[in-house]
């Protein structure tokens, strides 16, 4: 695990403990939905509902995301090796614009943002914020420049800058710099944007794939 050379920076958003109380209200209210993309998911294809992955947070550490599954499973008939195809997106965090891994219902969930409610939980967990940078893969941090690790001096976000920003429409490099203009600015009332500002982003659909 790579050391960081900056330290965490006195948070000046949203109060977590706010954040927090916003995502228990959101899963409640959220609950019907959340039951009917589960049965969904279920009928559609074999496998847990619920997918969860490794992802780089707060000052490096790890912890377990989790996302409504929105992938056919290994060994299903269905399922297209892309390891050795061209990503849709240059630099580090690669992309599939038209993933053939991706069930039917994955590609409804994943344009409407719906396959990241779960981070919700993590939210409760401590291990994301609602307004952050998006974790991830370890594989994408072990490539990280030592000038990239500032993104690391806050937790990780459900939404940020970024994804009302243009989101996967934008490149990887971009989506770093976005980051860190977050951190260097970050305020309640920034925070309070990028909420709201998230709500279109999401009806639109814009960058989601």
Not at 107 to 133: C, F, H, T, W, Y
Request: hydrophobic share 45%.
């Amino acid at each position: 695990m790579k050391s960081l050379t900056t330290n965490t920076i006195n948070r000046r958003g949203l109060p977590i403990i706010l954040q927090q109380l916003i995502a228990s209200c959101a899963l409640l209210i959220l609950s019907p939905l959340l039951l009917l993309v589960a049965l969904l998911i279920k009928l559609e294809s074999n496998g847990p509902v619920i997918f969860s992955q490794i992802r780089v947070g707060e000052n490096g550490r790890q912890f377990r995301c989790f996302k409504f599954r929105s992938m056919y499973l290994p060994g299903s008939p269905q399922l297209a090796n892309v390891s050795m195809g061209k990503s849709d997106r240059s630099g580090i965090c690669q992309k599939f614009f038209n993933d053939p891994r991706v069930t039917k219902i994955g590609r409804i969930i994943r344009k409407l943002s719906i396959d990241e409610i779960p981070q919700l939980v993590n939210v409760l967990k401590g291990d994301m914020a609602i307004i952050g940078p998006r974790p991830h893969l370890v594989t994408e941090y072990m490539q990280y420049d030592p000038s990239v690790l500032e993104r690391l001096n806050c937790k990780p976000g459900l939404t940020g800058l970024w994804q009302v920003s243009g989101r996967a429409d934008t490149t990887f490099e971009q989506q770093l710099m976005l980051d860190k203009q977050y951190i260097a600015n970050q305020s309640f009332w920034l925070d309070v944007r990028i909420f709201f500002a998230t709500i279109p982003a999401v009806l639109l659909a814009r960058g989601a794939y």
